[in-house]
T-cell receptor, first 107, second 114 residues
């Protein structure tokens, strides 16, 4: 079993749609959690950290359930510019990356 | 505002050749990492370093070597290149210390072994 698993994707959604990404992790010792965004042929960049209480940054909401070892990312009112691959990342001893879920927002 | 700088950006190698991917950061970060990313896959950790003079193997270290003689530099050496090493290589750094912070990535080095 992979340490971090994500929805296989790709997700193709129209502009303005709400889209949710799911992620599960197997290492219960993981201490920190993140969502990174990776544009095609570019390096990953931090989208947001994920806290146990849940956190929101504009149209983006991240949630963490430590008991279920589950992380989610919700994007509301999606824009064309949201098209990218979204990487779920955990950190215990080291950062562990999920395989990513590709999102295409269509006009 | 350089951040993490990797060179070269692109390289084609013949089987059996050797080369070094350079990585330098100007943020005084203690922790540095090398990842590889194969098409459609996640990032896999090759080697990491928690400070000058300290390096450790990651998930896929075979065929690679690293050194960390200074805080700024973390070169990755490929010895006897093989087609299986065709990939995109990313160097990253973070401050470390009191819990993990943001990972900052270089722009990547695209390596093809023929």
């Amino acid at each position: 079993r992979k340490e971090v698993e994500q929805d296989p994707g790709p997700f193709n959604v129209p502009e303005g749609a709400t889209v949710a990404f799911n992620c599960t992790y197997s290492n219960s010792a993981s201490q920190s959690f993140f969502w990174y965004r990776q544009d095609c042929r570019k390096e990953p960049k931090l989208l947001m950290s994920v806290y146990s209480s849940g956190n929101e940054d504009g149209r983006f909401t991240a949630q963490l359930n430590r008991a279920s070892q589950y992380i989610s990312l919700l994007i509301r009112d999606s824009k064309l510019s949201d098209s990218a691959t979204y990487l779920c990342v955990t950190n215990g001893q080291n950062f562990v990356f999920g395989p990513g879920t590709r999102l295409s927002v269509l006009p | 505002n350089a951040g993490v700088t990797q060179t070269p950006k692109f390289r084609i190698l013949k089987i059996g050749q050797s080369m070094t991917l350079q990585c330098t950061q100007d943020m005084n970060h203690n922790y540095m990492y090398w990842y590889r990313q194969d098409p459609g896959m996640g990032l896999k950790l090759i080697y990491y370093s928690v400070g000058a003079g300290i390096t450790d193997k990651g998930e896929v270290p075979n065929g690679y070597n690293v050194s960390r003689s200074t805080t700024e530099d973390f070169p990755l050496r490929l010895e006897l290149a093989a087609p299986s090493q065709t990939s995109v290589y990313f160097c990253a750094s973070t401050k470390g210390g009191d819990g993990p912070g943001e990972l900052f990535f270089g722009e990547g080095s695209r390596l093809t072994v023929l």
